[in-house]
């Protein structure tokens, strides 16, 4: 149990253009998905904090206009990054929680390359 | 501000050997601790989760502790094996969830 998915699991983009990141909890109802990037031979920096039927809220020095954090259902969080540039290459993880539990199960990743 | 550390970045052994991998963290206040692998390329496979009330918590042939009073964590590795090859990171909530993540340490295993 407690299985955190992400699609697609690998992406090239342009830079200027958009793209989609997903994170679903497979078998568990997640209502707190947090978002981190990692970038090479770094750890993982937390970038968001989303709660199923709220703004998501963003670390310091994360641009939320950049980074737009969807998280409508209790089993589906988005990241889209806008506009990417060469500097958002990234590979770019979510983890999900249910509600009163500790702890958080990961996601697989997803790497995004933008040339 | 939290910090965590881990000693050493790097850490390549002889097939057999028992090890230990440190992690540091600044604020001793904290909610639990957490044990990952990573390998390379991939998510996140946790080993161990440490609440802040336990001392320690052991599986298979890992064993983590955790001092919060000198805020040290290690993880022991017994008899290691070619494939306990990965990246071990440690990290810490605080109370509000948010993992604050150590810097790793890449384990190599020799055959």
């Known amino acids: 149990g407690a299985v955190v998915s992400q699609h697609p699991s690998w992406v090239i983009c342009k830079s200027g253009t958009s793209v989609k990141i997903e994170c679903r909890s497979l078998d568990f109802q997640a209502t707190t998905m947090f978002w981190y990037r990692q970038f090479p031979k770094q750890s993982l920096m937390l970038m968001a904090t989303?709660?199923?039927?709220?703004?998501?809220?963003?670390e310091q020095g994360v641009e939320k206009d950049k980074f737009l954090i969807n998280h409508a259902s209790l089993t589906l969080s988005t990241l889209t990054v806008t506009s990417a540039h060469p500097e958002d290459s990234s590979f770019y993880i979510c983890?999900?929680?249910?509600?009163?539990?500790?702890?958080?199960?990961f996601g697989p990743g997803t790497r995004l390359t933008v040339t | 501000k939290q910090e965590v550390t881990q000693i050493p970045a790097a850490l390549s052994v002889p097939e057999g050997e028992n090890l230990v991998l440190n992690c540091s963290f600044t604020d001793s206040a904290i909610y639990n601790l957490q044990w990952f692998r990573q390998d390379p390329g991939k998510g996140l496979t946790s080993l161990l989760l440490i609440q802040s009330s336990q001392r320690e918590q052991t599986s298979g042939r890992l064993n983590a502790s955790l001092d919060k009073s000198s805020g040290r964590s290690t993880l022991y590795i017994a008899a290691s094996q070619p494939g306990d090859s990965a990246t071990y990171l440690c990290a810490v909530d605080s109370g509000t969830y948010k993992y604050i993540f150590g810097t790793g340490t890449r384990l190599k295993v020799l055959a």
């Open positions: 989303s709660n199923e039927g709220s703004k998501a809220t963003y």
């Open positions: 983890s999900a929680k249910q509600l009163a539990e500790y702890e958080q199960y």
